[in-house]
């Protein structure tokens, strides 16, 4: 009997995997047909600053709306883009239609583009950004990478080079999701980045006494002062979350609190508000996640 177990585990894993896959193959190749057919659309999510709690720019989040299956998140067709070798071209277009769309905000308001590791890693890249800067016409100030710490997995001298070619362009780089990945400080020191982006995994949490999150919070924002650059706290939602994060010094905040993201059309009727921000999502409890 044991014996005959074991194999119906070992079939209905098979299956699993089975099904995985096919769903897989089939993610693929809709994803390789989404671009062509319009299925993606940029989000934006304001950034604000904390003392003025003024929108100093955006983050441009990939949208893909599935003819059959509605809304798919970028956390799971993003990786499959990354590893089927569709990041370049659907990269490609995010860099560009966030500069262009950019160009009918406000001058001085910036978008921030999240670069995968793939399309940092193509000698292309400094090509690419200049193309999108050019064609939309924004100051290259004005545009912001945000690049997560796999970059640095395969450290190579090549990834010098890309960090020299991108300050050269004059666009600023950020360090997304800083404290998920293997945060060495050796990154810190050799990188010129502009701003560190902490992940809200610690935002998560850190208003509730006791938490330690807090403190490493804190401990990034030291860091990071001392190294002349700015933090953006990510995912704030609570208001006491909002005031902690002011408490802790934190010179950026992006979070529901202050805008889900939103069309760029929504984004021109923010700004022509002013681009004042007020803390609208005050709630009791969190979202699900
Ligand atoms: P990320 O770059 O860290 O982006 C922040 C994510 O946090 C976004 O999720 C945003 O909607 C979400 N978020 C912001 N504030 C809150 C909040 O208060 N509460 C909660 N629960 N969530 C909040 P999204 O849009 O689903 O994107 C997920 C990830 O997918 C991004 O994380 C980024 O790594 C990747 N991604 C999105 N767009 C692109 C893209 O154009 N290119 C690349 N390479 N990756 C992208
Ligand atoms: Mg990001
Ligand atoms: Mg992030
Ligand atoms: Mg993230």
């Known amino acids: 009997a044991a014996k005959a177990d074991g194999r119906g585990i070992h079939r209905f894993y098979r299956a699993e995997l089975l099904v995985g896959a096919q769903n897989r193959k089939a993610l693929e190749d809709d994803l390789r047909h989404a671009l062509a057919q319009n299925q993606f659309h940029l989000a934006y999510q304001p950034v604000v600053s904390t003392r003025e709690e003024r929108i100093v720019g955006y983050e441009a989040l990939i949208r893909w709306e599935h003819p059959t299956?509605?809304?798919?998140?970028?956390?799971?067709?993003?990786?499959?883009?990354?590893?089927?070798?569709?990041?370049?071209?659907?990269?490609?277009?995010?860099?560009?239609?966030?500069?262009?769309?950019?160009?009918?905000?406000?001058?001085?308001?910036?978008?921030?583009?999240?670069?995968?590791?793939?399309?940092?890693?193509?000698?292309?890249?400094?090509?690419i950004v200049t193309n999108a800067l050019a064609r939309s016409g924004i100051a290259p100030q004005r545009l912001e990478l945000e690049i997560?710490?796999?970059?640095?997995?395969?450290?190579?001298?090549?990834?010098?080079?890309?960090?020299?070619?991108?300050?050269?362009?004059?666009?600023?780089?950020?360090?997304?999701?800083?404290?998920?990945?293997?945060?060495?400080?050796?990154?810190?020191?050799?990188?010129?980045?502009?701003?560190?982006?902490?992940?809200?995994?610690?935002?998560?949490?850190?208003?509730?006494?006791?938490?330690?999150?807090?403190?490493?919070?804190?401990?990034?924002?030291?860091?990071?002062e001392t190294l002349g650059m700015e933090t953006t706290a990510e995912g704030v939602e609570l208001k006491d979350e909002l005031a902690l994060i002011r408490d802790l010094g934190c010179s950026h905040i992006q979070g529901y609190i202050y805008g889900k993201p939103a069309r760029s059309e929504e984004v021109e009727k923010q700004l022509g508000n002013g681009g004042k921000a007020s803390p609208v999502g005050y709630k009791v409890s969190r979202s699900p996640r």
């Open 69 to 127: 299956r509605g809304a798919i998140s970028p956390a799971e067709f993003i990786p499959v883009a990354e590893e089927c070798g569709l990041i370049e071209t659907i990269g490609e277009w995010v860099m560009r239609t966030a500069c262009d769309e950019a160009a009918r905000w406000p001058e001085g308001v910036r978008v921030a583009v999240n670069v995968s590791p793939i399309q940092f890693a193509n000698p292309a890249l400094p090509a």
């Open 148 to 224: 997560t710490e796999g970059v640095f997995l395969d450290e190579t001298a090549s990834s010098d080079q890309m960090f020299k070619s991108l300050k050269a362009i004059g666009v600023r780089l950020a360090l997304d999701d800083f404290g998920t990945g293997y945060s060495s400080l050796g990154y810190l020191k050799k990188a010129p980045f502009d701003k560190i982006k902490i992940d809200q995994s610690f935002v998560r949490g850190a208003a509730i006494a006791g938490n330690r999150n807090a403190a490493i919070i804190k401990a990034i924002v030291t860091l990071a």
